[in-house]
C-alpha cells in the first residue's frame, strides 16, 4: 500500500497529511486540490463524478484519503445542495470506485454527528446530528460503507499549521485577542482540539498496520483528550502571547447560527487497543500554530 491519494490536499488536515507520509519515503503521495492547486496538487472537482474517475485513473492508488469536505457548519445549514455534493455525493463516487478497484478508502467524519448528549461516545454509538452539517457527514459515512474496504475516521475540531488565523475554528479565537472590541465569546460548548500533526500520524499507523490487521475496517475515532471552552481557550491564547482578554467576556448560553452539541467528547478506544495513537499536549502544540501571528 505504497501510492496515497489524499482529498483536499491543499487544507490543514490534508497539507499535515502529505507531509507525514512523503516524510516516510515508502509513500508516493499524490494531493487532490480545488482552489488551491499550487505546487504538484492535481486540480479535481470532486462532486464531479467523471473527474472523480479520470483522477483515479492518473494516480492509480492503492489507498484514497477522504479529506475534502465542506466543514463549516453555518454555511452547510444554508447551503444543503453544495454540503451534500461534496459531503455526500462526492463520497460515494469515491467509495464505489474503491469497491470497483480494491481500493482501501479512508473517509474524514466528524464527532459532530453526535448530538452531544451523553459523552463520551463510542465509535458503535447511535448518531443523532444537531445540524445538517453533522447529517451530512453522517451520509457520508454511509457512502463510505458501499466500500468493503473502508475505514471511518471520526475526529473532532482541529488545529495546526494555518496559513492564516481563519483556516481553524481554533485558530481563529486568536483574531479576537488582537482586536480590542468588546466580544462574547463562546463558554458553553466543550471542545476537544485535536492536532492535524496527530490525526495525520494516526492515519500513517492506520496505513502500516492495515496489511496485517483485518480490523482496520468500519469507524473508528480519534481526538485530543483535553477539554477546553472557546473561551479557556482565548484565556490560554492571552497567556501564550502575553495579551489581555478584557475585551472578551464568557458566553454561557447557546451560541447562535447553526446548532452546535454541548460535548460531543469520542472514545478513542479502538485505535489505542491496536497500539495506534498521538496525543500532542494542546498548550504546547498550539504555541507553535500561533508563533508566526504572535502579535
Request: include cysteine.
Given at each position: ?39 504538484s496538487l492535481i486540480k479535481a472537482d470532486l462532486t464531479q463524478p467523471e473527474e472523480v ?73 447511535t448518531p443523532n446530528p444537531l445540524n445538517y452539517y453533522g447529517a451530512s457527514k453522517l ?157
Amino acid at each position: 500500500m505504497n501510492r496515497i491519494l489524499i482529498t483536499g490536499a491543499s487544507g490543514i488536515l490534508g497539507r499535515a497529511l502529505k507531509n507525514e507520509l512523503e516524510s516516510n519515503t515508502s509513500y508516493t503521495v499524490f494531493g487532490q486540490a480545488f482552489n488551491r492547486t499550487q505546487g504538484s496538487l492535481i486540480k479535481a472537482d470532486l462532486t464531479q463524478p467523471e473527474e472523480v474517475a479520470k483522477l483515479i485513473d492518473i494516480t492509480t492508488p492503492d489507498c484514497i484519503v477522504h479529506c475534502a469536505a465542506e466543514r463549516r457548519p453555518d454555511v452547510s445549514e444554508g447551503d444543503h445542495d453544495a454540503t451534500d455534493a461534496l459531503n455526500a455525493h462526492a463520497t460515494q463516487s469515491l467509495a464505489e470506485i474503491c469497491q470497483n478497484k480494491g481500493i482501501y478508502f479512508i473517509y474524514l467524519s466528524t464527532d459532530y454527528v453526535f448530538d452531544g448528549s451523553k459523552p463520551p461516545y463510542e465509535a458503535e454509538d447511535t448518531p443523532n446530528p444537531l445540524n445538517y452539517y453533522g447529517a451530512s457527514k453522517l451520509a457520508g459515512e454511509k457512502a463510505a460503507a458501499l466500500c468493503e474496504n473502508s475505514l471511518t475516521l471520526r475526529v473532532p475540531i482541529l488545529y495546526g499549521e494555518v496559513e492564516s488565523l481563519e483556516e481553524s475554528a481554533v485558530t481563529v479565537i486568536a483574531k479576537q485577542l488582537l482586536s480590542k472590541d468588546p466580544k462574547s465569546v463562546d463558554h458553553w460548548a466543550l471542545r476537544y482540539p485535536t492536532s492535524t500533526a496527530d490525526v495525520a500520524s494516526v492515519i500513517r499507523q492506520i496505513l502500516e498496520k492495515r496489511p496485517t490487521t483485518e480490523a482496520l475496517c468500519g469507524i473508528f475515532q480519534w481526538s485530543g483528550n483535553e477539554s477546553f471552552t472557546k473561551y479557556e481557550m482565548a484565556e490560554l491564547f492571552g497567556k501564550l502571547w502575553g495579551v489581555s482578554i478584557d475585551h472578551l467576556s464568557p458566553a454561557p448560553e447557546t451560541p447562535a447560527g447553526a446548532p452546535r452539541p454541548q460535548n460531543c467528547q469520542l472514545s478513542t478506544r479502538k485505535l489505542s487497543d491496536l497500539g495506534i495513537g498521538a496525543n500532542t499536549p494542546f498548550e504546547s502544540a498550539i504555541a507553535s500554530s500561533l508563533a508566526p501571528f504572535k502579535p
